[in-house]
């Protein structure tokens, strides 16, 4: 995310965050700080979910080479 798109979801979950605040519903209000802290964090470090999912799979998929050779299948 670019330019004013970043600014313009940032202000949207802001003022749904507001909305959910003042209607006393928390559940929503937790899923929508999460989901702007989690655009922040990606938005500055580059690491995203799709890179954690990789790094899982590529590990699950390196620990299952050969197994059923060690296990002597």
Same mark, same amino acid.
């Given at each position: 995310?670019? &330019?004013?798109?970043?600014? =313009?979801?940032?202000?949207? /979950? /802001?003022?749904?965050?507001?909305? #959910? #605040?003042?209607?006393?519903?928390?559940?929503?209000? #937790?899923?929508?700080?999460?989901? =702007?802290?989690?655009?922040?964090?990606?938005? $500055?470090? &580059?690491?995203?979910?799709?890179? #954690?999912?990789? $790094?899982?799979?590529?590990?699950?998929?390196? $620990?299952?080479? &050969?197994?059923? $050779?060690?296990? &002597? /299948?």
């Amino acid at each position: 995310m670019d &330019g004013l798109m970043y600014y =313009g979801v940032l202000l949207l /979950l /802001l003022a749904l965050a507001y909305i #959910f #605040f003042q209607h006393n519903n928390s559940l929503l209000l #937790f899923v929508v700080v999460a989901i =702007g802290v989690y655009i922040v964090y990606s938005h $500055e470090t &580059g690491y995203t979910a799709t890179d #954690f999912k990789d $790094e899982v799979v590529n590990s699950i998929n390196d $620990e299952a080479e &050969g197994f059923a $050779e060690r296990k &002597g /299948l």
